[in-house]
């Protein structure tokens, strides 16, 4: 997988980020995500906490490339155990809600950086 180009988003060591997995890319004119079947460390590294999991409920028009419509993103939580930096390859897999269904498969890079000192 080393090889593959992922998306990737960062965040400071300690911390706990809320992340927005835009996929309506995938998604078939009408159609929704329907469920997520699963958010999972896809690289084999120990130390990932993933938690509340859910199909965003708000759209969010700030990102100024695209919209997100409500239905079109998996959301949820990231934070580790770990005290250096780390990147993690995230597998997220969801349902949507057309005739028939399709499974969408997404991966992504996180990575937990140092933070920055402040002088």
């Known amino acids: 997988m080393s090889d593959q180009y992922y998306p990737s988003a960062s965040s400071n060591i300690g911390s706990s980020q809320i992340v ?3 996929l309506g890319d995938y998604l078939n004119s009408g159609e929704l995500i329907d469920s997520i079947s699963s958010v999972t460390e896809a690289s084999g590294k120990s130390g990932l906490s ?3 999991i859910q199909v965003n409920t708000v759209a969010d028009y700030s990102n100024s490339d695209f919209d997100i419509e409500v239905g079109q993103a998996a959301q ?9 930096p780390i990147t993690y390859l995230v597998k997220v897999v969801c349902v949507t809600d057309g005739t028939p269904a399709q499974t969408i498969v997404e991966y992504f890079y996180y990575t937990f950086i140092e933070p920055c000192e402040v002088e």
């Open 20 to 22: 927005t997995l835009y």
């Open 50 to 52: 993933i938690s509340n």
């Open 76 to 84: 949820f939580q990231l934070s580790t155990s770990s005290s250096v």
